[in-house]
């Protein structure tokens, strides 16, 4: 039975991958910074399949601890779900230098190093999957997310690269880039602004993370063993 290590797998898009690969089977290992009703299910539901800690993904030390934990209940982590990170809304000119860092430490910074850490045992077991979830924000670019834009971006450089580095490994690294979606992180437009963007939207909705796990959940299965290095975009059509 395969592990699977969601970053950030609490609510919103994280959740919705966490229950997708808890009902398809796998043991599943997650963190945030606090304990959510979603966990508690889990907990209760999944027993020996789930693992949960309270983690802030930037303190490395904390990270090195939670990783072990994990190796010792649950077995090696054979799939690593990057999906931990934040928006922050500002024109860089007015963005704090603080935010600056909190979003770069958060989104690009601690990806690197919870992959770094994961990727090392999927050498000696000779297959693994990575999964990056970026957005597309990093592909076109967004008025007053250019912060948040230039870490989605990097993720999608660092799937490239990183699935050179070990694709002779059977470990294969891509992208997710989702559009909008239905999630806490959207809550903040306001009913006009969500119209627009379901105005300009092919399908005519929002994404919800459901539309998102079942293409990480294909990338993660042994039938895209053929793909590797790309960005995926799933978005409705709005970019198209």
């Known amino acids: 039975m395969k592990v699977v290590l ?21 043991k599943v290992a997650t963190f945030s910074r606090s304990v959510t009703p979603a966990v508690q299910q889990w907990r209760e539901s999944f027993a020996d399949l789930f693992y949960f800690d309270e983690l802030d993904i930037t303190e490395r030390p904390a990270c090195r601890d939670y990783l072990s934990a994990v190796e010792s209940t649950l077995g090696s982590v054979d799939i690593l779900v990057n999906n931990a990170g934040a928006a922050h809304t500002s024109l ?11 979003i770069v430490d958060l989104n690009l910074k601690s990806t690197l190093y919870l992959t770094h850490l994961v990727s090392r045992p999927m050498l000696s077991l000779g297959w693994g999957r990575i999964i990056n979830i970026s957005s597309i ?14 870490t989605k971006a990097a993720l999608d450089g660092f799937s490239r690269s990183l699935a050179r580095e070990l ?18 992180m959207t809550d903040e437009l306001d009913a006009k602004q969500q119209k627009q963007i379901i105005g300009r939207t092919p ?25 590797t290095g790309q960005t995926i975009v799933a978005d409705g059509g709005i970019n198209c």
Not at 137 to 150: E, I, T
Not at 167 to 184: F, H, K, Q
């Open 167 to 184: 694709g002779a490994r059977n470990i294969t690294v891509n992208s997710v880039a989702p559009g909008y979606l239905d999630t806490e």
């Open 92 to 102: 860089l000119p007015l963005t704090d230098e603080d935010a600056i860092d909190r």
């Open 137 to 150: 924000v990093g592909l076109s670019g967004y008025r007053g997310l250019s912060v948040y834009s230039a």
């Open 6 to 26: 969601v970053s950030g797998g609490s609510k919103g898009l994280g959740a919705a991958l966490v229950q997708a690969f808890l009902e398809d089977g796998y």
């Open 203 to 227: 399908v005519g909705r929002l994404g919800t993370p459901q539309d998102i796990a079942g293409l990480v959940s294909f990338l993660a299965s042994d039938k895209a063993g053929f793909i």
